[in-house]
């Protein structure tokens, strides 16, 4: 492994009772077809140690939400993955929305699904699992972070841990 870059990015999972803000993409190289993912983006170089103001601008960017529309906005889950020579690092919030009339913008198409229909569409493989493990543990305060890796007979799974700081606990 030679040189490696960082690519630092914010997903939000926004809730309306039980029905979660997905947007809807069309097909790339990756995913053909189509593709579903929360809201968010790529961290500015001027937000790189800010990933929750990053997020809170790609939501206003894809769906006319603002912060004064949501309720217990809060990072839930770091996540890490290589793709080639660069190492993304994902920061997921989830919240609540008081709002359900998103405007969707040139990113993709916004549809409110039910939370149990979550596992049956098209994501990113660390997104599936991810969501996943929220779906499992919902009424968790902790920060995981989830390192994605090939498991048995190379099929990814995550390894998680609670990010806790060791002189606090």
């Known amino acids: 492994m030679g040189s490696m870059e960082v690519r630092q990015m914010a997903t939000a999972f926004l809730f309306h009772e039980n029905r979660v803000l997905m947007m809807k993409k069309s097909g790339s190289r990756v995913y053909p077809g189509v593709f579903w993912t929360g809201l968010g983006g790529h961290l500015e ?5 800010h990933p929750r103001q990053a997020c809170l601008r790609e939501i206003c960017e ?4 603002g912060e004064q529309d949501l309720r217990d906005f ?9 793709k080639e020579d660069e190492i993304r690092q994902q920061f997921v919030y989830f919240g609540k929305t008081v709002r359900t009339d998103a405007v969707p913008s040139e990113e993709g198409e916004l549809f409110w699904v ?3 229909e979550l596992p049956t569409l098209q994501t990113s493989k660390i997104v599936q699992l991810m969501l996943e493990h929220y779906l499992t543990h919902p009424d968790s305060n902790d920060v995981m972070v989830g390192t994605i890796a090939p498991g048995p007979e ?6 998680w841990a609670r990010l806790i700081d060791p002189m606090v606990f």
């Open 154 to 159: 190379r099929v990814p799974q995550i390894q």
């Open 114 to 116: 039910g939370a149990e």
């Open 45 to 49: 170089p001027n937000e790189l140690n």
């Open 62 to 65: 894809e769906s006319g939400l």
């Open 74 to 82: 809060s990072l839930k889950y770091i996540l890490l993955r290589l």
